[in-house]
């Protein structure tokens, strides 16, 4: 099975992982953890890995991680190394609930590793973008 694993600092990625089953559906192979605020590296390594637990040794991941090189990221590749799996393992920073909606239908529709690259990059480049309002001229900025 191809796992989607999120992790963060704060509550982010539970976050993200919430409005995944409100919009989706719950999904067995979403895992999310995240490294509260006073949680310890060595913490945040015991409860990542129990989240891991149903993840074998024929299984792969895709990771989602709020911030490249940020602790969450970090010691979640550091902990998926250590289980074996880092060679079947791609890794993204960047965090964004386009990102993982991305990664999880590229996942369920079985896309190569090449293709679910592509398909997570474009969904955070296009998910990232300025919203263009139209004012009437005559409206008063009071009524914004």
Same mark, same amino acid.
């Given at each position: ?8 600092? !704060? =509550? ?10 409100? #919009? ?13 605020? !006073? ?7 015991? !409860?990542?890995?129990?989240? #891991? ?15 490249? !090189?940020?602790?969450?990221? =970090?010691? +979640?590749?550091? =902990? ?19 990102? +993982?909606?991305?990664?999880?239908? +590229?996942?369920?529709?079985? #896309?190569?590793?090449?293709? #679910?690259?592509?398909?997570?990059? =474009? ?22």
């Amino acid at each position: 099975m191809k796992y989607l694993l999120l992790v963060s600092h !704060g =509550t982010m990625a539970p976050g993200v992982h919430s409005v995944i089953k409100m #919009l989706l559906g719950d999904r067995d192979n979403v895992l999310s953890y995240s490294m509260e605020d !006073g949680v310890s590296a060595d913490d945040f390594v015991v !409860g990542l890995s129990n989240v #891991l637990e149903p993840v074998g040794a024929d299984d792969s991941l895709v990771v989602l991680g709020d911030i490249v !090189g940020g602790s969450p990221l =970090t010691n +979640a590749l550091n =902990t998926i190394t250590q289980k074996g799996l880092l060679a079947r393992t791609i890794a993204f920073g960047g965090l964004s609930l386009p990102m +993982a909606i991305a990664a999880l239908m +590229a996942i369920e529709d079985g #896309l190569s590793d090449d293709a #679910l690259i592509d398909s997570v990059i =474009t969904e955070a480049k296009e998910g990232a973008r300025k919203v263009e309002l139209a004012l009437d001229d005559d409206e008063d900025e009071e009524d914004l």
